[in-house]
């Protein structure tokens, strides 16, 4: 525990995570005969690695020149990835595999959207796209960053399958809001969300 909290840094609150296991998890055919959307989620927490792991299939860097896990238009990378769970939100940062304390708080309410399902999992993974890496913010542009933001939110879903975990895609949250909690201008958009966590069973 007192070396997770080490992990914080003072400036950005940054926390480096495990470095990520490519071995874990099933066959990636497997994995696709593994994915579903699953909304009943226990209390369970994920475990450092487990995060890490997710995170970085995710969107995480995967070759020395920067690039990622998730293709993007042009090689924008707009797709920032935040991490909403009880203790606050945090940004994925891909070129080190680390969490940036972004604000204090649960603020998982906002996720959900009014679908209570989500404040059950342990934390949801937030797609908002930094519409100033086009250059413009026109109608191409947005359908372009909503292809990004679904390739991430694939990469978890197929991630979750292969990995143990349970989650579902959804669009639904309180966008201007989250927008606000994170000081971000009106030059992004949230576009997706995932919840994640374990799959709730019965007598559990």
């Not at 994915?35 to 995710?58: G, I, M, P, Y």
């Not at 292809?147 to 978890?156: F, K, L, R, T, Y």
């Not at 399958?161 to 959804?170: C, F, I, S």
Request: hydrophobic letters at 45%.
């Amino acid at each position: 525990m007192v070396m997770v909290l080490a992990g914080f840094t003072m400036m950005g609150q940054e926390r480096v995570l495990p470095a990520p296991d490519k071995t874990a998890g099933l066959p990636l055919m497997e994995a696709f005969s593994q994915r579903r959307s699953v909304r009943d989620f226990s209390d369970r927490e994920l475990s450092e690695q487990q995060l890490s792991n997710l995170l970085w299939a995710a969107m995480g860097q995967n070759r020395p020149d920067g690039k990622l896990t998730a293709p993007s238009c042009r090689n924008f990378q707009e797709i920032r990835l935040f991490v909403f769970d009880k203790k606050g939100v945090c940004e994925y940062i891909p070129s080190d595999n680390s969490l940036r304390r972004v604000v204090k708080g649960d603020y998982r309410n906002l996720v959900a959207g009014g679908q209570d399902f989500v404040n059950k999992a342990p934390l949801s993974l937030v797609m908002i796209a930094d519409m100033t890496k086009f250059g413009n913010i026109d109608e191409r542009a947005k359908m372009m960053a909503a292809v990004d933001a679904g390739i991430v939110s694939e990469n978890i879903s197929l991630a979750c399958a292969g990995l143990g975990l349970a989650t579902v895609p959804r669009a639904t949250m309180k966008s201007t809001e989250i927008l606000m909690l994170l000081k971000l201008p009106a030059t992004h958009i949230a576009i997706m969300n995932n919840p994640v966590g374990f799959e709730k069973t019965s007598g559990k």
